[in-house]
């Protein structure tokens, strides 16, 4: 039997071990897609305990707990900061075959030496060590990137924002990790939200530009891309129902924004036609400014309206969504790709059945301006776990090329989620060490380690051309 989560957890034959402790275990960190509030690090937050940088936003953790059953006061509402960490930490000790169970423990581990199993039996310990190490002035939000070996990463930015707390980051030179916004445009797609028009508005006092036209709307976009580009950002992200294609005429488009900027929602079809070409205004953008494009889909939101109303988005009632179209998705590529104005682009979908018609779809818009241009992105959300993992990159293996993978990122709010580069690191180095023991690649370390840190750190390096 295998010691509990050791040093070698995951890794079940010698060539997996080697992988992971020569070539991966100390590769840096590049994060190019994350959730974290850039004013928490140009603050330097301190966190007072455990439960404000474990459990506050952590949807994740929150669906857990109410599958087993715990009161809403316990996981977002009024109960103490410790009454939730000890229910939490209650709930945890049964989670077996959860990715939770592995996350929260390398984040025990890695972060506040805490190498017991946390449970109701360890709780009151765990949470006496967590906070004392949380008092220490190295675990502040900047110490913790800094400890994580993080180099650079993005966070996830409206083109209406400021980007003021980025400028304070920037201009400041005792901290060497590079924080980039990435653009996210969504409100400004999104025509059939009930408050579109009110963000609007937002977006002309950004751009200084008067919206009485989707030909305004472009031109207050692309000025807003110009500053984002002017602060670093060289990273796009849509979060989509899926990636549809029905195109229409500009007269058709000005229709069906003048008839919004009047008052009156858009009918199914209208909303369909208005979002692909925004879709692709937007992607000769990117192309133009050399930006990459990441494209989430397949994700069904907010389904319990009933807590929607009470707590908001983003509280742990979303959902994988079925109904996505192969065929569309590769008439937009297309569609960009015909006028030379395709960027690199990284394409998830939340629907794990997804990945071979992905996976199909890359070899169709290969050229030579990057290694693996179209990419597959990570195993995403509900998908980021062994399981997950494993089938993506074997997935993308069989039908593309996993060498050329620009590998994880931490899509999370919290600051001690790094280890989930180190939970994929481990799950990559088995994939490949188990195919070296069957015989099925050679056993060439000079090869092998040159994959494994390309996809762990260097691949996404090349890639994005950060300015590291």
């Known amino acids: 039997m295998k010691a509990f989560m050791d040093k070698d957890f995951l890794l079940s034959n010698p060539t997996a071990v080697k992988l992971y402790h020569d070539f991966a275990e100390h590769t840096p960190v590049l ?87 946390l449970n109701k039996n360890t709780a009151e310990e765990a949470w006496e060590v967590c906070n004392a190490a949380l008092a220490q002035d190295d675990m502040s939000a900047r110490n913790i990137i800094r400890r994580s070996n993080v180099t650079l990463l993005c966070t996830t930015d409206d083109p209406v924002d400021d980007l003021h707390y980025h400028k304070i980051i920037a201009e400041d030179d005792t901290f060497d990790v590079k924080v980039l916004p990435a653009w996210r445009p969504d409100k400004a797609m999104n025509i059939e939200k009930e408050n579109y028009l009110d963000y609007l508005s937002q977006l002309e006092k950004a751009s200084g530009v008067s919206i009485q036209s989707f030909k305004d709307l472009k031109v207050a976009l692309s000025k807003r891309m110009d500053f984002f580009a002017s602060m670093g950002c060289s ?26 900027l009047a008052g009156t929602l858009p009918s199914r079809g209208e909303e369909l036609r208005f979002k692909t070409e925004f879709m692709l205004f937007a992607g000769r953008e990117y192309a133009k400014r050399n930006w990459v494009l990441q494209l989430h889909y397949g994700v069904k939101r907010d389904n319990n309206q009933k807590m929607f109303r009470k707590l908001g988005p983003d509280t742990g009632y979303d959902c994988i969504k079925n109904e996505t179209s192969a065929a569309e998705l590769a008439d937009f590529l297309n569609a960009l790709e015909v006028t030379d104005a395709l960027p690199k682009t990284i394409i998830y979908s939340l629907n794990p059945v997804d990945n071979a018609y992905i996976g199909t779809i890359l070899g169709c818009f290969q050229n030579a301006e990057a290694v693996a241009k179209i990419q597959q992105g990570s195993a995403w959300w509900f998908n980021d776990h062994k399981i997950g993992m494993q089938d993506q990159m074997a997935s993308l293996a069989s039908l593309g090329n996993l060498s050329g993978f620009v590998g994880m990122l931490t ?39 040159e994959i494994v840190k390309d996809i762990s750190y260097y691949n996404a390096v090349r890639y994005f051309k950060f300015p590291l």
Request: some cysteine; proline content about 3%.
């Open 31 to 117: 994060d190019y897609h994350c959730h974290i509030n850039p004013k928490e690090i140009a603050e330097d937050r301190k966190f007072d305990n455990i439960t404000q940088v474990w459990l506050g936003g952590d949807h994740y953790k929150w669906r857990y707990m109410r599958s087993c059953g715990i009161d809403e006061k316990f996981i977002t509402g009024d109960a103490s900061d410790k009454e939730k960490f000890l229910k939490w930490a209650e709930v945890l000790g049964k989670a077996i075959g959860n990715p939770l169970y592995h996350w929260s423990h390398l984040e025990l581990q890695r972060y506040f030496n805490f190498q017991k199993p």
């Open 235 to 260: 990273v796009s992200d849509h979060g989509l129902e899926y990636v549809m294609y029905q195109p229409g005429t500009e007269e058709q488009v000005e229709k069906i924004f003048a008839k919004r």
């Open 411 to 449: 899509d999370s709010r919290s600051f001690l989620s790094y280890t989930r580069h180190e939970y994929f690191r481990r799950i990559l180095c088995n994939y490949l060490g188990t195919l070296v023991e069957n015989g099925e690649f050679p056993e060439d370390y000079d090869i092998l380690g």
